[in-house]
């Protein structure tokens, strides 16, 4: 991954398993993306949690004929 793609994903892991961003992994974020940049990376990361919680609930299905993209968890 580039320098950008590891600063987002280590700042948007961390909230899912830590329940907060580090200290270095926010400092990352902010000198990458600056204060406007964190929030734009929390609202997008919050959004797309509650839309994937609202379709696992919903258990929304995938759109017919296409291929999953990724292989589902087995749980």
Do not use: C, W
């Amino acid at each position: 991954m580039s320098e950008d793609e590891t600063i987002v994903y280590a700042f948007y892991t961390a909230p899912h398993h830590n329940k907060s961003a580090s200290d270095a992994t926010y400092s990352q974020a902010l000198a990458k993306f600056g204060e406007h940049g964190i929030i734009d990376l929390v609202g997008i990361n919050g959004y797309y949690t509650f839309l994937a919680m609202v379709m696992n609930v919903a258990r929304t299905p995938s759109q017919k004929g296409s291929e999953p993209a990724l292989v589902a968890s087995p749980h």
